[in-house]
């Protein structure tokens, strides 16, 4: 079943995924699916724990061969990245600080330095790490250390993210900000985002093309446009600028303020609004998994990131 937003003219198709199977020996993750996303989608997927959507992504990301079929996408403009990634656990490099870290990106593509700079204190400031900027990973949090993985893609400015669960490690203040933010930058560049979660919620206020999966093995259950506007979206990322820009005395409460606004909007107001989305997805995820195999464990048995964590030497 598909449930369709008014037509609307089509654009170039910057990811496309052809029948896209993945067998890890006699186990299959992901099923014959296919979708084709269109340049500037914030496009969300949604589905049971094991239902292969952190392997879709990997495979997206160039982490993982497929098994048949195919996963493409669009070359970039000229000096731009392809991509970049954002995984559920954190995946910093523990020997250098947080700038260090976030320029990592820059520096490989041999950005001009001025413009590394630049790029590293933004996002710095917008993930709330400009403090933190001389120290190492081992001196952060577990949520801290996940805001040095996104601000380190946010400043690599890539045509493509690809995020698998990147606000799920964060305290729900962080978590609304940098959702404000994610929307901010979706908004202005329009970005083509992959954004893997559990959340009905998160999905339907951040994308406007969620895919929900079914339960092992992942095969795509159904495909819903997002017809509705994000409220606030505009109004927030402009206050949120507005605020930063106060000193810093007055900043913090007014900010403080703003984000359990923003918390109690998202409970209530968004629930009401879109409880037809939330229902449809929920009744497509308890279905996907009466109809498949058993459910899995709540927990991962494999976390996205341990690949890239192990050949930085620190545990999974």
């Given at each position: 079943?598909?449930?369709?937003?008014?037509?609307?003219?089509?654009?170039?198709?910057?990811?496309?995924?052809?029948?896209?199977?993945?067998?890890?020996?006699?186990?299959?993750?992901?099923?014959?699916?296919?979708?084709?996303?269109?340049?500037?989608?914030?496009?969300?997927?949604?589905?049971?724990?094991?239902?292969?959507?952190?392997?879709?992504?990997?495979?997206?990301?160039?982490?993982?061969?497929?098994?048949?079929?195919?996963?493409?996408?669009?070359?970039?403009?000229?000096g731009r990245p392809q991509y970049s990634i954002i995984f559920q656990g954190d995946s910093i490099f523990?020997?250098?600080?947080?700038?260090?870290?976030?320029?990592?990106?820059?520096?490989?593509?041999?950005?001009?330095?001025?413009?590394?700079?630049?790029?590293?204190?933004?996002?710095?400031?917008?993930?709330?790490?400009?403090?933190?900027?001389?120290?190492?990973?081992?001196?952060?949090?577990?949520?801290?250390?996940?805001?040095?993985?996104?601000?380190?893609?946010?400043?690599?400015?890539?045509?493509?993210?690809?995020?698998?669960?990147?606000?799920?490690?964060?305290?729900?203040?962080?978590?609304?900000?940098?959702?404000?933010?994610?929307?901010?930058?979706?908004?202005?560049?329009?970005?083509?985002?992959?954004?893997?979660?559990?959340?009905?919620?998160?999905?339907?206020?951040?994308?406007?093309?969620?895919?929900?999966?079914?339960?092992?093995?992942?095969?795509?259950?159904?495909?819903?446009?997002?017809?509705?506007?994000?409220?606030?979206?505009?109004?927030?990322?402009?206050?949120?600028?507005?605020?930063?820009?106060?000193?810093?005395?007055?900043?913090?409460?007014?900010?403080?303020?703003?984000?359990?606004?923003?918390?109690?909007?998202?409970?209530?107001?968004?629930?009401?609004?879109?409880?037809?989305?939330?229902?449809?997805?929920?009744?497509?995820?308890?279905?996907?998994?009466?109809?498949?195999?058993?459910?899995?464990?709540?927990?991962?048995?494999?976390?996205?990131?341990?690949?890239?964590?192990?050949?930085?030497?620190?545990?999974?």
């Amino acid at each position: 079943m598909i449930v369709a937003a008014n037509p609307a003219p089509r654009r170039p198709i910057k990811i496309r995924i052809n029948h896209l199977t993945k067998r890890f020996r006699n186990l299959v993750a992901v099923d014959d699916v296919s979708i084709d996303i269109e340049e500037g989608t914030f496009f969300a997927i949604v589905g049971p724990s094991g239902c292969g959507k952190t392997t879709l992504l990997r495979i997206l990301g160039g982490l993982e061969t497929v098994t048949s079929g195919e996963a493409t996408i669009a070359d970039p403009a000229p000096g731009r990245p392809q991509y970049s990634i954002i995984f559920q656990g954190d995946s910093i490099f523990p020997w250098m600080t947080v700038w260090d870290n976030a320029a990592y990106g820059l520096r490989m593509r041999k950005a001009p330095k001025a413009a590394i700079e630049t790029a590293v204190e933004h996002w710095l400031e917008r993930t709330g790490l400009t403090r933190y900027a001389k120290l190492y990973p081992h001196q952060l949090s577990g949520g801290m250390r996940q805001r040095v993985s996104i601000a380190r893609a946010f400043a690599n400015d890539p045509e493509v993210l690809l995020m698998d669960e990147p606000f799920s490690a964060l305290d729900e203040q962080n978590r609304t900000i940098l959702q404000q933010e994610l929307l901010r930058i979706w908004e202005t560049d329009k970005k083509t985002v992959v954004f893997i979660t559990h959340s009905v919620d998160e999905a339907v206020t951040l994308a406007d093309k969620i895919m929900v999966m079914t339960a092992s093995p992942g095969r795509a259950k159904t495909v819903i446009d997002v017809a509705f506007d994000r409220l606030g979206t505009a109004a927030g990322s402009s206050l949120s600028l507005a605020i930063v820009a106060l000193p810093h005395a007055v900043a913090g409460p007014l900010l403080l303020a703003c984000v359990f606004t923003l918390a109690v909007l998202s409970l209530f107001t968004v629930r009401r609004l879109n409880a037809g989305y939330i229902r449809t997805l929920e009744d497509s995820l308890k279905a996907g998994t009466a109809s498949g195999a058993p459910a899995p464990p709540e927990q991962y048995a494999q976390r996205s990131s341990c690949i890239v964590r192990a050949s930085f030497g620190s545990d999974p």
